[in-house]
Each structure stands twice: as structure tokens, then as C-alpha cells.
């Protein structure tokens, strides 16, 4: 059983930054994809950003240009550098894996509030 751990959440003023950072129990060379997803009060949950084992990353459109998804093999770990934050950027994210053979873990999710 994989266990994915959140960190770097917290409360930030707009126009902020915040760091989350997901570490892995297993090597994440076996995830085809790692990724990030939120889900505030109320409302739906949505993919944030996403990287696949190759590099390649996709963001939501409301987040592009402000947020990065990176990875650190050596590690374990899967990175969201958040700038550039915003009241709406508020809501539990949560880290995400899937397997090359399609099965997916979920961290417990960590709290992001962007308010003044």
C-alpha cells in the first residue's frame, strides 16, 4: 500500500506563496503520473496540475503561469510552488498517484486558505 503525505499548507495573504509538497512511500518512478487536486467548500473537485513520469505537466487554466508542478526522483516527493495566490485559491488539496497498471492513491489533504 502506497502512502502519499501532504505538507506546506496554511493560511497566506493574497498575493502570496505556498509550497506543497506530496512525499511518496514508494519510489515514484512507479507512477505513470503524480498530481495535485482541490476541492473547496461547496464545490467540485478539480485537477490543479499533473506531471507524468516523462516530465510533461498540464495545469488547470486558472492556475497556469502562477502555480509549478515538479518532481524530485531522488526523493520521492512531488512539488507545487503556488504564486501569485488568490481568495479562490482557497480549498484542501490533496496529492495524487497512479500506477502504470491504473491504480490510485490519494494523500489525506492539507488546507490552503488565501485570505487577508
Known amino acids: 500500500q502506497v502512502q502519499l503525505v501532504e505538507s506546506g499548507g496554511g493560511l497566506v495573504q493574497p498575493g502570496g506563496s505556498l509550497r506543497l509538497s506530496c512525499a511518496a512511500s514508494a519510489t515514484i518512478l512507479s507512477f505513470n503520473a503524480m498530481g495535485w487536486y482541490r476541492q473547496a467548500p461547496g464545490k467540485q473537485r478539480e485537477l490543479v496540475a499533473r506531471?507524468?513520469?516523462?516530465?510533461?505537466?498540464n495545469y488547470a487554466d486558472s492556475v497556469k503561469g502562477r502555480f509549478t508542478i515538479s518532481r524530485d526522483n531522488a526523493e520521492n516527493t512531488v512539488i507545487l510552488q503556488m504564486n501569485s495566490l488568490k481568495p479562490e485559491d482557497t480549498a484542501v488539496y490533496s496529492c495524487?498517484?497512479?500506477?502504470?497498471?491504473?491504480?490510485?492513491?490519494w494523500g489525506r489533504g492539507t488546507q490552503v486558505t488565501v485570505s487577508s
Open positions: 506531471i507524468t513520469s516523462g516530465g510533461r505537466t
Open positions: 495524487y498517484s497512479r500506477t502504470w497498471g491504473g491504480l490510485e492513491y
